[in-house]
């Protein structure tokens, strides 16, 4: 199996920047691809970027394209996501989570999730 532990979460004023990180442990050999997602209050959790292991291809959400980087340190079996421009609407339980398949983006092609870390953007 792989666990995955999220932090860096906090409350940041709009423009901010937060940095979130995921710890992953186990057999993450078996995972291709490791994705971040959020959920606000009240909505479906939705995919923001991933990012392949092996050759660090990326894929972004269009909301976040262009302010979030995602990246990887293999040798930590570490993935960041760097979160800048941070508007209100990104407020959300932000998760990380781990796929065997390439290139997906749906909560159903992810098979090992994280707990979550609050990210929460004022006015």
């Known amino acids: 199996q792989v666990q995955l532990v999220e932090s860096g979460g906090g409350l940041v004023q709009a423009g901010g920047s937060l940095r979130l990180s995921c710890a992953a442990s186990?057999?993450?050999?078996?995972?291709?691809?490791m994705g971040w997602f959020r959920q606000a209050p009240g909505k479906e959790r939705e995919f923001v970027v991933h990012?392949?292991?092996?050759?660090?291809?990326?894929y972004y959400a269009d909301s976040v394209k262009g302010r979030f980087t995602i990246s990887r340190d293999n040798a930590k079996n570490t993935v960041y996501l760097q979160m800048n421009s941070l508007k209100p609407e990104d407020t959300a339980v932000y998760y990380c989570?781990?796929?065997?398949?390439?290139?997906?983006?749906?909560?159903?092609?992810?098979?090992?999730w994280g707990q979550g870390t609050q990210v929460t953007v004022s006015s």
């Open positions: 186990g057999r993450t050999f078996s995972s291709y691809t």
């Open positions: 990012i392949s292991w092996i050759g660090g291809s990326t």
């Open positions: 989570a781990a796929s065997r398949l390439s290139g997906v983006y749906a909560t159903t092609d992810y098979y090992y």
